[in-house]
């Protein structure tokens, strides 16, 4: 069955460039009509959708959220990626990346997430 | 604030049945389907019901959810032990044009 695994650098300085990636293995990420999309949860908080890229290029990310992301995909190593700018400790949490369906709130799998913590 | 409400917490004893809403708007629930995560202590949400009312493999027939105008419940039936954990609500909202949750449930056992 497909399964998600993200990884990224642990801690970052503020104002730097937060870059995390996902690995799907057992399925590609350009098949099934797919979205894959990035979630975030802040220390003791609950869940935020930060926006989803589809295999065409297509990008959504949620207009709610300030910070600077940049989500691409690279179908060559099967990796879907995010960036954050400017990096603040607002940024700081548990990063999970997740399959989902276009118009729906519908996630599933969900990687093991990756906590990336925002200080100098 | 969440697009959708959630009680922060609620509790159960072994065997009871624990309920847990979730309200939402024309714009999420109203118009929606709504699904349903748990997330045990220091995992990634699992999803927990689907499309309202339907299971994935896998999932307890104790976990059922319901939906009805712009709010939805999820029900477990028997709590267990190890039920213990957050529970998130999630619609598709049209007016964000994205998914939302709920703040989470704690649910905790007595």
């Known amino acids: 069955q497909v399964q998600l695994q993200e990884s990224g650098p642990g801690l970052v300085e503020p104002s730097q460039t937060l870059s995390l990636t996902c690995t799907v293995s057992g399925g590609s990420v350009t098949s099934g009509g797919y979205y894959w999309s990035w979630i975030r949860q802040r220390p003791g908080k609950g869940l935020e959708w930060i926006g989803y890229i589809f295999y065409t290029g297509s990008i959504y990310y949620n207009p709610s959220l300030t910070s600077l992301f940049g989500i691409s995909l690279d179908t060559s190593k099967n990796q879907v990626s995010l960036n954050v700018d400017s990096a603040t400790a607002a940024d700081t949490a548990i990063y999970y990346c997740?399959?989902?369906?276009?118009?729906?709130?519908?996630?599933?799998?969900w990687g093991q997430g990756t906590l990336v913590t925002v200080s100098s | 604030q969440s697009l959708l409400t959630q009680p922060p917490s609620t509790s159960g004893t072994p065997g009871q049945r624990v309920t847990i809403s979730c309200s939402g708007s024309g714009s999420n629930i109203g118009s929606n389907t709504v699904h349903w995560y748990q997330q045990l202590p220091g995992t990634a949400p699992k999803l927990l019901i689907y499309n309202n009312n339907q299971r994935p493999s896998g999932v307890p027939d104790r976990f059922s959810g319901s939906k009805s105008g712009a709010s939805a419940s999820l029900a477990i039936s028997g709590f267990q032990s190890e039920d213990e954990a957050d529970y998130y609500c999630?619609?598709?909202?049209?007016?964000?044009?994205?998914?939302?949750f709920g703040g989470g449930t704690k649910l905790t056992g007595l």
């Open positions: 997740a399959r989902s369906s276009w118009k729906r709130a519908w996630f599933d799998p």
């Open positions: 999630a619609a598709w909202d049209d007016s964000l044009n994205g998914p939302v």
